[in-house]
C-alpha cells in the first residue's frame, strides 16, 4: 500500500482543513487508517484511526469533538476533516495503513505516506 497526504495549509484559529489521503494497492479495505502527527521538537502522536471497514473511529482525547476520520474505499481515500483549529494543532500530518489494526501505536503501522504541514495562526 502507497499513501499520499494532502490538504495541509494556513487557516487561523478557530478554522477548519480537510486533509486527504489517497491509497493505491490492492485490499485497501482490509487495512486501518491512522492519521498522526508531529510538531517541531515534539514527537510523533496518535490523532485518529478509522478501521477497514469504516465503522469503528478512534480518536485521540484532544481532538474529540473536533476532527472526525472517514474513509471511502472504494475511491481509496481517508479524509480527516478538522475543526476549531487551535494553534497547538499546527505540526506535519502523516496518514498511515496497517493490516493488522487500527489503533493509536505508530508501531502497528507498516505503511507511511509523506506528511502533510497544517499551520493555524493565532
Known amino acids: 500500500v502507497q499513501l499520499q497526504a494532502s490538504g495541509g495549509g494556513l487557516v487561523q484559529a478557530g478554522g477548519s482543513l480537510r486533509l486527504s489521503c489517497a491509497a493505491s494497492g490492492h485490499s485497501f479495505r482490509l487495512y486501518g487508517v491512522g492519521w498522526f502527527r508531529q510538531a517541531p521538537g515534539k514527537e510523533r502522536e496518535f490523532v485518529a484511526a478509522?478501521?477497514?471497514?469504516?465503522?469503528?473511529?478512534y480518536y485521540a482525547d484532544f481532538v474529540k469533538g473536533r476532527f472526525t476520520i472517514s474513509r471511502d474505499s472504494a475511491k481509496k481515500m481517508v479524509y480527516l476533516q478538522m475543526s476549531s483549529l487551535k494553534p497547538e494543532d499546527t505540526a506535519v500530518y502523516y496518514c498511515?495503513?496497517?493490516?493488522?489494526?487500527?489503533?493509536?501505536?505508530?508501531?502497528?503501522?507498516?505503511?507511511w505516506g509523506q506528511g502533510t504541514q497544517v499551520t493555524v495562526s493565532s
Open positions: 498511515a495503513a496497517s493490516s493488522s489494526a487500527y489503533g493509536f501505536r505508530s508501531r502497528e503501522y507498516g505503511y
Open positions: 478509522v478501521s477497514g471497514s469504516g465503522d469503528r473511529t
